[in-house]
Structure formats: C-alpha cells, structure tokens
Antibody, heavy 119, light 107 residues
Framework: EVQLQESGPGLVKPSQSLSLTCSVTGYSITSSYRWNWIRKFPGNKLEWMGY???????NYNPSLKSRISITRDTSKNQFFLQVNSVTTEDTATYYC????????????WGQGVMVTVSS | DVQMTQSPSNLAASPGESVSINCKAS??????LAWYQQKPGKANKLLIY???TLQSGTPSRFSGSGSGTDFTLTIRNLEPEDFGLYYC?????????FGAGTKLELK
C-alpha cells in the first residue's frame, strides 16, 4: 500500500527557511505520478503549493513560486519542500500527496505535519 | 485561479440520515471535481473524482453529482464514521483549488 509520511521541525523563526521531508513507501517516486505539497491554514483553508513529477520536473503555485523549492532524493524515495523567508502567515499543517500525471486530484495523502512560524 | 465556494460550512445530522454538501466553481470546470474526507490523525481520503466516480474503497452511500459550476456530495444513511471535515477540489486546471470545507457533526 502507498504511504506518505511528512517530517520536519514544528517551529520555525520568521525570515528563516522551512524544510520538510515526505517519505514514500509502497511506490517509487520515479515511476508515474506527481508528488505534491499542500498546506492547510488555521481556519481550514487548503492551498496547493506545488509538485515534483516522476522525471524530476517541478510546477509551483504562482502565489508561492518565488519562495518555494521542491526537490527529491530518489535513493531514499523521499521528496522535500523548502519555503524561504517565512512569516507567521506560513503557519499551517503541511501535507504531501500523490496525484496522477493526467489528472489533478490527490489519491494518497500523508497525515500532515504542523509547522508554526514564531519568534 | 478558480474559486470554489462550498456550503454549508457546518452541518449537524444523526446516524441514518442523509445529507448534501454543495460546491460552486467560479467558472466551468466540466466534470472535474473531487471530494475528500478529513479526520483528525488520519490521512485525507479521496472519496470521489471527476464529479461522480467513486474512488476504490468508497462506500456506495456516497454519491457525487453535477457538472459545469455546480456540484453536490450526498451521503445517504450516515454511519458514525462519516462525521468529519469534507472538502471539494477542482481538478480541471492548475492550480488545483479547494473549497473552504464543511464540518459534518453528530447531532
């Protein structure tokens, strides 16, 4: 069964970078599919942030494009999110999720990791 | 971006009842709408995609309808495990966008 698990620090200071890892088991991230990051803000709003696909290409939400980077380590079957210059508005629960190449819905999700931006 | 307006934001019902959740897109998204269930401590669960196609494992008491801009998720004969937070999401174009969520609570 496909499983995704997020990990990373729960607290980040303003102006620093937020770095998260998504570990995938049960499926190779180099096979078909896109590997996404999505976040949920306090108040429950969900925002798609971007993906890295099986070939290593990326696509980011234009609202975040200048601040985020998604990379991967195929040897560990992991992909990563980095958000630069964080503010308190980046406080959210961050999820990784899988989507098909030809569609834009998410069939497997991690449980999420809560990140607070605070000094 | 396509704006998704989901209603109601809160819904209270009893086991055995039927409920409906609505989602309206700011422009036509054809049939490309997904529904998810979110519960604390659990991974989000894809219930329905392409408006009415049940994801493998989704119970038949869940159904989706609609096309264009207006969509509905109906849950018939509510079970205790159905209570939680539900989201719609358009998957017609990038960036994918979500509704604000509907909290389904036990009456």
């Amino acid at each position: 069964e496909v499983q995704l698990q997020e990990s990373g620090p729960g607290l980040v200071k303003p102006s620093q970078s937020l770095s998260l890892t998504c570990s995938v088991t049960g499926y190779s991230i180099t096979s078909s599919y896109r590997w996404n990051w999505i976040r949920k803000f306090p108040g429950n709003k969900l925002e798609w942030m971007g993906y890295i696909n099986n070939a290593g290409s990326t696509n980011y939400n234009p609202s975040l494009k200048s601040r985020i980077s998604i990379t991967r380590d195929t040897s560990k079957n992991q992909f990563f999110l980095q958000v630069n210059s964080v503010t308190t508005e980046d406080t959210a629960t961050y999820y990784c999720a899988r989507s098909r190449i030809t569609t834009h819905y998410f069939d497997y999700w991690g449980q999420g990791v809560m990140v607070t931006v605070s000094s | 971006d396509v704006q998704m307006t989901q209603s109601p934001s809160n819904l209270a019902a009893s086991p055995g009842e039927s409920v409906s959740i609505n989602c309206k897109a700011s422009k036509s998204i054809s049939k490309y709408l997904a529904w998810y269930q979110q519960k604390p401590g659990k991974a989000n669960k894809l219930l329905i995609y392409s408006g009415s196609t049940l994801q493998s494992g989704t119970p038949s008491r869940f159904s989706g309808s609609g096309s264009g801009t207006d969509f509905t998720l109906t849950i018939r004969n509510l079970e205790p495990e159905d209570f939680g937070l539900y989201y719609c999401q358009q998957h017609n174009e990038y960036p994918p966008t979500f509704g604000a969520g509907t909290k389904l609570e036990l009456k």
